[in-house]
T-cell receptor, first 112, second 115 residues
Framework: GQNIDQPTEMTATEGAIVQINCTYQ??????LFWYQQHAGEAPTFLSY????GLEEKGRFSSFLSRSKGYSYLLLKELQMKDSASYLC?????????????FGAGTRLTVKP | EPEVTQTPSHQVTQMGQEVILRCVPI?????FYWYRQILGQKVEFLVS????????KSEIFDDQFSVERPDGSNFTLKIRSTKLEDSAMYFC?????????????FGDGTRLSIL
């Protein structure tokens, strides 16, 4: 499968901006997803990128560079409820029959 | 909003016993998945299912595992002879067939505890 790398943990302050990076290697890239997972809960979909550039959705934005195998999730105006794990997931049409594989996730802690 | 539902929310089973985890995917979805998440670890792909057959499975999904769609609504994961290391949260997910950008929607999971 792919190698998907994310920082293990990050800490940020309420009201601030945080950027969570994800790098990946694929044989047949066919989309990158970001999910949010609160402790003990299911992953919930945040964003999808398949073309280069920035996708904005309210306080959350996601960026993709296919040539660099790189994405980031940008969270603005952080709130305490944003404390969660953020999972980068990549779909590979060659290696994984177009199924999605997750990175290990980045645990974000938002402090007052 | 339609949801993926999973039952039970928590299953406690003796080692060596069979267990069946149940899922009801979103009704018009065509692709179905099982994932596993051991406590504190990553979400791991187990199997994908489309058109009434397995389309992909991971190394974790060995002969002890099987999936079934017994009717038009349920999607089950069976573990034949459970081991201690099968203790994990098991998530079911489904996706519609209309376009690669459609995300997978996850159920709330079944926490499986093997004693």
């Amino acid at each position: 499968g792919q190698n998907i790398d994310q920082p293990t943990e990050m800490t940020a302050t309420e009201g601030a901006i945080v950027q969570i990076n994800c790098t990946y290697q694929t044989s047949g890239f066919n989309g990158l997803f970001w999910y949010q997972q609160h402790a003990g809960e299911a992953p919930t979909f945040l964003s999808y990128n398949v073309l280069d550039g920035l996708e904005e959705k309210g306080r959350f934005s996601s960026f993709l560079s296919r040539s660099k195998g790189y994405s980031y999730l940008l969270l603005k105006e952080l709130q305490m409820k944003d404390s969660a794990s953020y999972l980068c997931a990549v779909r590979d049409m060659v290696r994984d029959n177009n199924d999605m594989r997750f990175g290990a996730g980045t645990r974000l802690t938002v402090k007052p | 909003e339609p949801e993926v539902t999973q039952t039970p929310s928590h299953q406690v089973t003796q080692m060596g016993q069979e267990v069946i985890l149940r899922c009801v995917p979103i009704s018009n979805h065509l692709y179905f998945y099982w994932y596993r998440q051991i406590l504190g670890q990553k979400v791991e792909f187990l199997v994908s299912f489309y058109n009434n057959e397995i389309s992909e499975k991971s190394e974790i999904f060995d002969d002890q595992f099987s999936v079934e769609r017994p009717d038009g609504s349920n999607f089950t994961l069976k573990i034949r002879s459970t081991k201690l290391e099968d203790s994990a949260m098991y998530f079911c997910a489904s996706r519609s067939g209309t376009g690669a950008n459609q995300p997978q929607h996850f159920g709330d999971g079944t926490r499986l505890s093997i004693l």
